[in-house]
């Protein structure tokens, strides 16, 4: 065989053999890769807005305004927006999705967002969720089933096997980190929470991903993303000391979880509203009354602990008749003084129609030396 021919074969040789291992090496083909691809879609960013409005003044001058004009100048209101980064994934086609309670904490004055992995942004409520177990429930509607990691197979979490961690990593979205199981059976204490039976990981969680999920090679649930130890309590930096909430725990939750869900979204009876029962002093007398709390006291500027504020007087009232107006505060009825509406209610309660009853009123300013107050005499009706 010539020279040029034996060169020939072993080329042809080394691309042959070359081929399998080029197959093989393919980044495609990672099981890391492909449990990713199969995970992925079910997994969303979660973004929090609260508003915090502040007052520079005390709210109840407001109310005492209404009685004496401009009492004070206006009230100035500072708003804040505060925004919180998360993570979560779908666990019902649905649209139903599990998330750190923490990320979605007071969910009642939050607007919370949802983007999935391919974009799509859905406004969220909130369902339910455990204060103990750091989980919350939260649901998007969405036009058709959604792709979601079920909960019926669960990775067996042994120790030693790899874990990825996905989610909203300082709020670059579909960020991974790998590691792998370290630990299980932790209990740790964040403020006055203790926490207790989660995972240990050395791989990476970062602010931003709370509440999203922790997964094996397999793409099956491992747990949910929970907490980094940077410190420990003496300040001793650490390093790959990641939490996370177990599978097994996170299915027992979502199954009370649906229980509720299910509550809250079975139709109610219609319930007619029982009509208000006014007072005695207002059914009597034609008064609204306002308890005298130590703020309000404190903004009209009247002695603390003495009697009840007139808020309302009704047209062609017995109260208006003898000159009653709101702003005026009644000190005493009959014999006896009052400090708040549920004394005069206890005195009223036997006062029928017809029946005289004297009412001490007036203004008691803290500190006045003549304090102007006047006696009348109404007729209930």
């Given at each position: ?115 999935m ?34 909960l ?14 996905v ?61 980094k ?17 177990a ?15 299910e ?6 009876p ?34 603390p ?77």
């Open positions: 065989m010539t020279n040029s021919r034996i060169t020939a074969a072993l080329a042809f040789l080394a691309v042959a053999s070359a081929a399998p291992l080029r197959a093989e090496a393919d980044p495609a083909s990672e099981p890391a890769v492909l449990a990713l691809a199969k995970v992925l879609p079910a997994v969303v960013n979660i973004n929090t807005e609260r508003v915090v409005r502040r007052r520079v003044r005390d709210p109840f001058e407001d109310f005492a305004a209404q009685y004496f004009g401009n009492y004070r100048s206006r009230p100035r209101e500072i708003r804040q927006t505060l925004q919180s980064l998360g993570s979560g994934f779908i666990v019902d086609p649905a649209g139903y999705i599990i998330t750190n309670q923490h990320v979605v904490e007071r969910a009642a004055d939050l607007k919370i967002e949802v983007t992995n391919d974009g799509k942004t859905y406004n969220a409520r909130y369902i339910t969720g455990d204060e103990k177990k750091d989980l919350a429930f939260i649901k998007i509607d969405a036009p058709e089933p959604l792709p979601h990691i079920p019926d197979d669960i990775s067996p979490n042994l120790l030693g096997q790899t874990v990825l961690v989610g909203n990593a300082l709020g670059y979205s579909s960020s991974i980190s790998r590691g792998v199981l370290s630990g299980a059976k932790r209990d740790i204490t964040i403020g006055q929470m203790e926490y207790k039976n989660l995972l240990q990981t050395d791989a990476a969680i970062n602010p931003g991903n709370s509440g999203g999920p922790l997964i094996d090679l397999a793409g099956r649930l491992v747990g949910v993303s929970s907490a130890m940077a410190f420990t309590d003496q300040g001793v930096p650490t390093q790959g000391l990641g939490f996370a909430i599978a097994d725990s996170v299915r027992e939750s979502v199954a009370q979880f649906r229980k509720v869900a509550t809250k979204s079975a139709p109610q219609a319930q007619t509203p029982e009509p208000a029962t006014p007072s005695a002093v207002e059914r009597l007398f034609g008064m609204q009354l306002q308890e005298l709390m130590p703020e309000l006291t404190e903004a009209l500027g009247l002695v602990g003495r009697g009840v504020l007139v808020s309302a007087v009704a047209p062609g009232s017995q109260a208006e008749s003898v000159g009653i107006e709101r702003g005026l505060v009644i000190y005493r009825i009959g014999k006896h003084d009052v400090r708040n509406i549920a004394q005069v209610e206890k005195l009223l309660a036997r006062a029928r129609s017809g029946i005289d009853v004297d009412f001490t009123v007036g203004i008691v300013r803290a500190g006045a030396q003549s304090p102007r107050l006047a006696r009348v005499r109404l007729t209930a009706r």
